[in-house]
């Protein structure tokens, strides 16, 4: 045992992506399109992909919310993990991208599962109204936002369902007080960070995997 987490240097993280990995070839193919058609380099890790399957397996979800779909990365891949009778709703504001991640779900075989909405994600969360509330909601967007989303979007999250966002590392800057990169959306996820650790009806924690998967789960 030990009171230290390992470092998980260029080996070790080779073996995670070489065992542990949620990512085919489709989805590598994916990234390559999604690079030749500009979008930005900033999906989720192969490791966060899977971590996030395994997330969705344990709570058996089968309403998800997504808010930033960039290129369907994540989509598809927490699409993966649902029964045939799940879904996923994910919401994305610039047209660039929601025209790439509709064709890339087509691609995917998995358009029964997966709704590309073309919507700014405030507008949406607080204007959205279902009769099934949320199992997992993921939060990959604007960063100054994320305070928003989860107060708009927690009452739509079942009890026992869990709420996670990306970044919480914020680009490996969260305990920069002058950070090199996007200060604002440091400062952001600093105080969001703070801010659901200490929510009374979740239980949170951060998961240190790629940039750092803040989570709660819903207790009330």
Known sequence: MSNRATIVDDRLFAYL???FSSEDEFLAELQIKAKEAGLPP???SPEQGKFMQFLLHSVNAKHVLEIGTLGAYSAITMARALPDDGKIITVENEPKHYEFACKMVLES???NKI?????????????YRTQNQFDFVFVDADKPSYLYYLNNITPKIKIGGIFAADNAFAFGFILDSKPERNPDDVKSIRSFNEYFRTRDNYFTCIVPVGDGIIMGYKKY
Not at 118 to 127: H, I, P, S, Y
């Open 42 to 44: 900033i999906s989720i």
């Open 115 to 127: 709704e590309v909405v073309l919507a700014d994600g405030k507008n949406f969360v607080k204007e």
């Open 17 to 19: 992506k070489d065992n």
């Open 109 to 111: 075989g998995l358009a």
